[in-house]
Each structure stands twice: as structure tokens, then as C-alpha cells.
């Protein structure tokens, strides 16, 4: 179930979004995105939480959205990266580990899992070709911060803090230490 409230937190209206779980939101524009691991991307209308269409129907959960310049990049449980313009599938990245976490800065597409970040590179033209620049140590949850990319380490004890620079191979620049006991 989807629930809206206004910055008041007043409750305005819920839809029942999926049969199951849903595990992530997105919006662009007039437009809410929802992922489950019934293998289903719905389109909702924002204002009235009225289904669009359905984007993708298959068998395997989608686990994570992450929504730039228009595009709608869907990552799964199989590793399959999906981007979207308009609704309409445009690329497809396999990338062979699940995607629990996912960011686009520019043609970096950053995924991650429980031990891994990945920096891939989308290579441009029509074919969903993409090149591995790097993998860092590291897990979920992650985010973009200005020129940055922070990640949680393995042991899920630091947040480690790298440049989101090709040039400078993604070099660490500081970890944020949680406290030890």
C-alpha cells in the first residue's frame, strides 16, 4: 500500500499499489513509480494515486529505482538494470549482481549489494554496452553527495566517503566512524 500525506502530515489518500511488498518509490514529473518483488513497475498519477500503466511485468523482484534527467533506471534481484524515457524502455545493462542500491552521476552508474560497490560506465548508442571502471569494498545503503559517493562498509560499522571522479579512480577521502562497543 502507497500512503500520501501533505507537509502537514495529513493523510490524503493510499492505493493498494501491489499484491505484495513494495520495495521502492520514484517520481519524475506527474508521475510515481513503484517496484515489487511481484516483478511488476507500475505508473501512478501523483495528484490522484491513479494507475497509468504498467511498465514491466516478469518474474523476478525489482529491488531499487533511481530517477535523473528524465529517465527512470529500474535495477532487479538478477543484476538487470532497465532504463526507461517516457515509459518506454529504451537500455537494458546486465551487470550480473543483484542491484540493492543504485545512483546515476552523469554516464557512472553506481550499483551495489552486500559487499560490493560497482562503477560502471554506460557507454553510449543503442546496445546497453557498458565498461567496469571499479569495485570498492563496500555495502548498502549509498548515495550521492555533491562530487561524492557515500557507502557503508561491509561491517556496516563506517560510512566510507569516495570522490565521484573517474580521474582520480574514485579515491577515498574520509571514513565517518560509528561508535565501536
Given at each position: 500500500?502507497?500512503?500520501?500525506?501533505?507537509?502537514?502530515?495529513?493523510?490524503?489518500?493510499?492505493?493498494?499499489?501491489?499484491?505484495?511488498?513494495?520495495?521502492?518509490?520514484?517520481?519524475?514529473?506527474?508521475?510515481?513509480?513503484?517496484?515489487?518483488?511481484?516483478?511488476?513497475?507500475?505508473?501512478?498519477?501523483?495528484?490522484?494515486?491513479?494507475?497509468?500503466?504498467?511498465?514491466?511485468?516478469?518474474?523476478?523482484?525489482?529491488?531499487?529505482?533511481?530517477?535523473?534527467?528524465?529517465r527512470?533506471?529500474?535495477?532487479?534481484?538478477?543484476?538487470?538494470?532497465?532504463?526507461?524515457?517516457?515509459?518506454?524502455?529504451?537500455?537494458?545493462?546486465?551487470?550480473?549482481?543483484?542491484?540493492?542500491?543504485?545512483?546515476?552521476?552523469?554516464?557512472?552508474?553506481?550499483?551495489?549489494?552486500?559487499?560490493?560497490?560497482?562503477?560502471?560506465?554506460?557507454?553510449?548508442?543503442?546496445?546497453?554496452?557498458?565498461?567496469?571502471?571499479?569495485?570498492?569494498?563496500?555495502?548498502?545503503?549509498?548515495?550521492?553527495?555533491?562530487?561524492?559517493?557515500c557507502?557503508?562498509?561491509?561491517s556496516?560499522?563506517?560510512?566510507?566517503?569516495?570522490?565521484?571522479?573517474?580521474?582520480?579512480?574514485?579515491?577515498?577521502?574520509?571514513?565517518?566512524q560509528?561508535?565501536?562497543?
Amino acid at each position: 500500500i502507497v500512503k500520501v500525506w501533505d507537509p502537514h502530515l495529513r493523510f490524503l489518500m493510499e492505493a493498494r499499489a501491489h499484491e505484495s511488498v513494495v520495495f521502492h518509490l520514484a517520481t519524475i514529473g506527474d508521475t510515481l513509480y513503484t517496484c515489487s518483488n511481484d516483478g511488476t513497475i507500475k505508473a501512478w498519477d501523483i495528484d490522484t494515486l491513479e494507475h497509468k500503466k504498467t511498465l514491466l511485468q516478469y518474474d523476478s523482484e525489482v529491488w531499487r529505482f533511481f530517477a535523473a534527467q528524465g529517465r527512470l533506471y529500474a535495477g532487479d534481484v538478477q543484476g538487470t538494470v532497465r532504463v526507461y524515457e517516457n515509459d518506454e524502455l529504451v537500455r537494458i545493462y546486465d551487470l550480473t549482481e543483484e542491484v540493492r542500491d543504485m545512483a546515476v552521476s552523469t554516464q557512472l552508474l553506481y550499483t551495489v549489494r552486500d559487499r560490493d560497490l560497482v562503477i560502471t560506465e554506460l557507454l553510449p548508442g543503442p546496445k546497453g554496452r557498458a565498461v567496469t571502471r571499479q569495485t570498492i569494498e563496500g555495502s548498502s545503503p549509498m548515495c550521492l553527495v555533491g562530487d561524492m559517493i557515500c557507502f557503508v562498509s561491509r561491517s556496516a560499522r563506517d560510512i566510507l566517503v569516495h570522490d565521484n571522479n573517474k580521474e582520480s579512480s574514485f579515491r577515498e577521502l574520509g571514513k565517518i566512524q560509528v561508535g565501536y562497543n
